[in-house]
C-alpha cells in the first residue's frame, strides 16, 4: 500500500478539503439509501508500518488520525451510528508494549478530541468488557460518554477489549441471574430481553460492516448484532483509509438490494 507521509505525520487538511471526491459521492447517495449504521474492523496498522520499516505503534498512531478524520466525514455522508473496532479481547495477546501503547493511544484520543467531538455534536460510547482495563482509562470513559451524551449528530461507539462471544456470553448470564431473581418470567427471554441485555443495548443493529486490509473474516466482531449486516472488505490498510474510500463504500451499498431473508418484490 503507498503511502507518502512521514513517520507519524498528521495529515492537517481536513478531509473535505483534500478528498472533494466524498462529499460529490455523498451527495450521489440518496438518503434512504445510506446506511445508518455503519461498523468497522479497522485492521492492516501494523502492516502499514512494518512494511516501511517502522515499529507497530507507529501505524497505530497513524491509524488515529484516521479515525478522526472517519469521524468528521461520516455525519456528512448520512451515516448516524459508527462503530469502530479498536481493541478485541483476543488483542492481550500482543506484546506488552503494543498493548500499553494503544491503551495510551485510546486515552491520548479522548482527552485531546472531547472538545471537538463535543463541539461537532458526537455521542460517544463504549462497548466491551471494561473490568480489565486501567482505571484512568475507565475514568475518561465514563467521563466522556457522560459529556457527549445529549450530543445526536452522530452516535460514535468504540469497541475495546470487546469481544462479540464475551458479550453474548455476558448477556446470557444477566438474562439467567434476571430470570433467577424473578425479575423477569423465564418465558420472556426472548429476542428483545436478550439485546437489551447486550453492550449495544439501544443502538440499531449496523447496516454495514466493513473491514479494511483484504482479510475476509469478521474476528468476534458484533456476532449478534450483524445477522444480517451488508459486508464490505477492502484491501486497504487502514492507515491508507479514507473519507473518499468510505464515501464509495456508501455509495456501493446504495445499490444492494437487502431482503432480510424475505422475497424481492
Ligand atoms: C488492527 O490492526 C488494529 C488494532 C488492533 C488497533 C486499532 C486502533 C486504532 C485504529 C488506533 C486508535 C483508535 C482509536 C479509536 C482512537 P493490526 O495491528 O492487527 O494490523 P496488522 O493486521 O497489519 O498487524
Redesign the pocket.
Given at each position: 500500500m503507498a503511502g507518502n507521509e512521514t513517520a507519524g505525520g498528521a495529515a492537517a487538511l481536513p478531509a473535505t478539503a483534500r478528498e472533494p471526491g466524498a462529499s460529490r459521492a455523498a451527495a450521489a447517495t440518496p438518503p434512504a439509501r445510506v446506511p445508518a449504521h455503519v461498523a468497522v474492523?479497522?485492521?492492516?496498522?501494523?502492516?502499514?508500518?512494518?512494511g516501511r520499516g517502522w515499529p507497530?505503534l507507529v501505524?497505530?498512531?497513524r491509524?488515529?488520525e484516521?479515525?478522526?478524520e472517519v469521524v468528521t466525514a461520516a455525519p456528512d455522508l448520512g451515516i448516524r451510528w459508527l462503530t469502530?473496532?479498536?481493541?478485541?479481547t483476543e488483542?492481550w495477546k500482543?506484546s506488552v508494549e503494543?498493548v500499553i501503547g494503544?491503551m495510551r493511544?485510546?486515552s491520548?484520543?479522548?482527552e485531546r478530541?472531547a472538545d471537538r467531538l463535543s463541539e461537532e455534536g458526537v455521542r460517544m460510547r463504549f462497548i466491551g468488557d471494561r473490568g480489565p482495563l486501567e482505571s484512568r482509562l475507565r475514568r475518561l470513559m465514563d467521563g466522556i460518554e457522560a459529556r457527549t451524551a445529549g450530543n445526536t449528530r452522530l452516535n460514535l461507539t468504540?469497541a475495546?477489549n470487546y469481544g462479540g462471544r464475551d458479550e453474548i456470553l455476558r448477556a446470557a448470564q444477566a438474562l439467567v441471574a434476571a430470570a433467577a431473581s424473578g425479575e423477569i418470567a423465564p418465558g420472556a427471554a426472548d429476542e428483545a430481553a436478550f439485546a437489551a441485555r447486550l453492550d449495544t443495548a439501544g443502538l440499531p443493529d449496523p447496516d454495514l460492516v466493513i473491514r479494511t486490509?483484504g482479510?475476509t473474516r469478521i474476528s468476534n466482531f458484533l456476532l449478534w448484532q450483524s445477522a444480517y449486516a451488508e459486508y464490505e472488505f477492502t484491501p486497504t490498510?487502514?492507515?491508507d483509509f479514507t473519507p473518499a474510500e468510505l464515501a464509495a463504500i456508501v455509495a456501493r451499498y446504495g445499490q444492494r438490494e437487502r431482503r432480510f431473508g424475505a422475497v424481492a418484490v
Amino acid at each position: 500500500m503507498a503511502g507518502n507521509e512521514t513517520a507519524g505525520g498528521a495529515a492537517a487538511l481536513p478531509a473535505t478539503a483534500r478528498e472533494p471526491g466524498a462529499s460529490r459521492a455523498a451527495a450521489a447517495t440518496p438518503p434512504a439509501r445510506v446506511p445508518a449504521h455503519v461498523a468497522v474492523i479497522m485492521d492492516g496498522n501494523g502492516r502499514w508500518a512494518t512494511g516501511r520499516g517502522w515499529p507497530r505503534l507507529v501505524g497505530h498512531r497513524r491509524g488515529a488520525e484516521r479515525v478522526k478524520e472517519v469521524v468528521t466525514a461520516a455525519p456528512d455522508l448520512g451515516i448516524r451510528w459508527l462503530t469502530l473496532y479498536a481493541f478485541s479481547t483476543e488483542n492481550w495477546k500482543r506484546s506488552v508494549e503494543e498493548v500499553i501503547g494503544l491503551m495510551r493511544l485510546f486515552s491520548r484520543y479522548i482527552e485531546r478530541e472531547a472538545d471537538r467531538l463535543s463541539e461537532e455534536g458526537v455521542r460517544m460510547r463504549f462497548i466491551g468488557d471494561r473490568g480489565p482495563l486501567e482505571s484512568r482509562l475507565r475514568r475518561l470513559m465514563d467521563g466522556i460518554e457522560a459529556r457527549t451524551a445529549g450530543n445526536t449528530r452522530l452516535n460514535l461507539t468504540v469497541a475495546i477489549n470487546y469481544g462479540g462471544r464475551d458479550e453474548i456470553l455476558r448477556a446470557a448470564q444477566a438474562l439467567v441471574a434476571a430470570a433467577a431473581s424473578g425479575e423477569i418470567a423465564p418465558g420472556a427471554a426472548d429476542e428483545a430481553a436478550f439485546a437489551a441485555r447486550l453492550d449495544t443495548a439501544g443502538l440499531p443493529d449496523p447496516d454495514l460492516v466493513i473491514r479494511t486490509s483484504g482479510e475476509t473474516r469478521i474476528s468476534n466482531f458484533l456476532l449478534w448484532q450483524s445477522a444480517y449486516a451488508e459486508y464490505e472488505f477492502t484491501p486497504t490498510l487502514w492507515p491508507d483509509f479514507t473519507p473518499a474510500e468510505l464515501a464509495a463504500i456508501v455509495a456501493r451499498y446504495g445499490q444492494r438490494e437487502r431482503r432480510f431473508g424475505a422475497v424481492a418484490v
